[in-house]
């Protein structure tokens, strides 16, 4: 079928604005790759920038790393019996624990880091620690989680499966984590890649929550933009994207993944 003006237009506008959207993204690589970003390529390329962020900025990287993996960890702990339990209980405790868990969604976060700070901040040894950012990440992360499980859990007829593995004997605990756990590892997945991406990009609230000392990548990448060089703010840009790219390409394989039918 012939291809109309309407066909094309659409093409030229979507290209227009995937432009405008990745060539700010693309610059700011070549600027952190060059010698001379004001001179450009012409400069020569060089990984020093990437080097030098790497030492002044190292200690942040791995503090970021260790948050989102602890975030995870403790989402996952938490987030899957709390999604079962929304997904097998229909009661007014239940309905009302879903909405607070949408609360840290709608709410922004230098708000939740300002109520954070007012009740746990004359703790001096919890505020000066990482642990009070863990706190922030998981408040703030904790929802993407129970409603990736929870969406997966309401899409099967789960109780059936219960049911049938309770009628030859087993107990709770293996029905959790021989029939629902299993069942709902797409969601599950699909929540850890969630958390550690938006933990490992959280700023708002972690610029609010944070120390010298508890310093993280997004807060640096912030901190080198306003006190270093462009060259040298760009590769800190560069190493972000390297951490965050992976997952998010993983998070959209997973979701455009076929699903198996029985």
């Known amino acids: 079928m012939k291809k109309g003006m309407s066909f094309y237009f659409q093409l ?11 060539v700010p993204i693309f610059m700011s690589i070549t600027a952190g790759l060059t010698n001379n970003y004001f001179v450009g390529v012409k400069s020569g390329l060089t990984l020093r920038w990437v080097y030098q962020v790497w030492g002044l900025y190292s200690d942040t990287i791995w503090l970021t790393i260790n948050i989102a993996l602890v975030t995870t960890l403790v989402n ?3 987030g899957v019996p709390c999604a079962y339990y929304l ?3 229909r ?3 239940s309905a009302f624990l879903d909405e607070c868990l949408t609360l840290p969604i709608a709410i922004p976060g230098m708000a939740i880091a300002l109520g954070l700070i007012s009740v746990y901040g004359g703790i001096s040894e919890f505020r000066m620690s990482w642990l009070f950012i863990l706190v922030g990440h998981v408040i703030f992360t904790l929802p993407f989680m129970v409603k990736s499980v929870l969406a997966v859990l309401q899409s099967i007829n789960f109780r059936v499966l219960e049911e049938g593995a309770a009628s030859l004997g087993a107990s709770f605990w293996q029905r959790f984590f021989h029939i629902i756990v299993p069942n709902c590892k797409t969601g599950i997945v699909s929540g850890v ?3 550690l991406t938006l933990s490992a990009g959280e700023f708002n609230l972690t ?5 010298p000392l508890t310093k993280t990548l997004p807060v640096g990448l912030a901190d080198s933009y306003a006190s270093m060089r462009l060259e040298v703010s ?6 972000f994207l390297g951490m965050i790219l992976p997952l998010l390409m993983a998070a959209q394989w ?4 076929p699903k198996r039918t029985a």
């Open 12 to 22: 030229a506008f979507t290209l227009l604005v995937c432009a405008f959207l990745i």
């Open 76 to 78: 996952l702990c938490v």
């Open 87 to 89: 997904a097998r209980t």
């Open 91 to 93: 009661s007014k405790l």
């Open 193 to 195: 890649l969630m958390t």
């Open 207 to 211: 610029w609010m929550l944070h120390t």
């Open 234 to 239: 760009s590769a800190y840009t560069l190493i």
């Open 254 to 257: 997973l979701n455009r993944k």
